[in-house]
């Protein structure tokens, strides 16, 4: 694996192993052996003519290649030409001398440049060649890949619109996106590419752009997402795609397969996670770690741009079930909102506002809802409560920012920060006062009953704001678009906080991190099912749910916990289930 392919361009994920330290980062033996050995097994036919062309657009140390080439040694008398890109000269000379040791005969190409930087010089937006441009290489037969991986804001605003309008991406892209589509502009039709990538593009509203795109220029053949088996040490869950060309063959659905860990009783056992993909269920591996591995088929909502989850007969007949008792979802109580943002935390949220004189104590202070009190059905009261200076109100139905001139002891506090708050430039650049908060949200809707969750938890938490508190920006939120059904609230509170929707979760979205923790974002809750609320079963759950909120630290909240979790899967016309983590 490479160093970055660009050197303005950070590091990429993955493991520096201490022998090989000094910037450059590079992929695991494990890994690579088994994308090579993917790959190989897709070839159909040898070219006995002309020399096989294989590529690494980011060659790095050479691991992919030399891992590719071995597997290819069983074909003998095989006349290869291997080709490959690099940023890092000291990177390059590495890889240069492995080949030259490992593979004597085989024909090297490695030029030390830019792998996308070549393919725009090269190919048009549409795939064909440039008519101004230098002449192009032609295609390749086998491409290995470990694209850097670096968000859009990192890569710069400049870069990142030459790269979205090339390949036809929209939205905050990162950079391995546009690596995988400048592979499918030079890779034969009936070419193979295995590709070492992120798994975020697989179920992220940011990625629908290339998971169309995907479709439209690959024939893909199998999916991997190798959650959080740890290959590298970093907070990025990797995946693996083997794909071929665009050809006219018709292709089965993808192949699609996923490992997690977790705390489930194994059924079965494998030295390590890679070789635990040759199985299905709950696999222990050597190190004790219990992996549970899915195999089944890439569904994609019917739509090429749509989340990817595995499809399989019985996850399909589960869905088919909920669907059919389900009432609405999420988005039908109202709309969900990501708390506020103030860009300058440390001056706006302060649990210790109560500690200054009375005569200083900012006017404008509201009580703040954070990840802190999190806690199922009812927060937790903090001992020492946080609470946010708010600058905004509510004027004939516009919200604006507060004359700082009513609150003297506000404006006296905000006055004595004031070159840190102007010193966010875009908040001056948008035509904005320099105390407000960036992201205000509603104020009017703070005090009306509301729905609040985490956004990243090891199990789903929602509770009820009875409080009027303002939500901040770690936790999402919702009131109810008519006011007259707050008690959907509870019941989506219930639902909320079932193992059932851990389960549906994971059927419909499986983004997870490490750990087992799930991401509870606006794309996946909204989508959460509801049952009837108008049945005596959907009543029974909102008034006990009720019952939870005034009894939160009882003996007798636990209880009604457990029956209400029941009651969830009852209402979906399902069996409780156990669900690990």
Known sequence: MSATGNQEIAPRYTVVPEEKAGGATYTPNILADFVARKIVSLIDNIPVDRPLRVLDPAIGDGELLVSLLRQLANYRGLEIKVYGFETDQNALNIATSRLKKYFPTVDVDFKLENFLEFVLKHVNMDGNLSLFGQPVPATYDLIIANPPYVRTQI??????????????????????????????????????????????????????SVRKALFQRFNIRHAWDLGDTKLFNAAVLPAVMLVEGKNVNKIKTPEFTSIYQTSEPANDIATNPINALEREGVIETEDGRHFNVIHGKLDTGDTPDGVWRIATKSVDAWLAKVEAHKWGTFRDIGKIRVGVKTCADKVFIRDDWMDMPEDARPELLKPLTTHHIASRFKPHISQRPRQILYPHEVVRGRRRAVYLSQYPKSQAYLESYHSVLEGRKYVIESGREWYEIWVPQDPDAWNAPKLVFRDIAEEPTFWIDLDGSVVNGDCYWLVCQNQEQADLLWLAATVGNSTFIERFYDHCFHNKLYAGRRRFITQYVEKFPLPDPNTQHGKAIIEKAKRVYECSTSPEADRLKNDLNSMVWEAFGLVDEKVGR
Do not use: C, E, W
């Open 155 to 208: 890569m710069g605003a400049t870069k990142a619109k030459i790269l979205t309008k090339h390949f036809g991406l929209s939205g905050r892209i990162d950079l391995y996106y546009a690596f995988i589509l400048a592979m499918s502009q030079v890779l034969k039709p009936k070419g193979i590419a295995g590709i070492i990538v992120s798994n975020r593009f697989m179920t992220t509203k940011a990625g629908a």
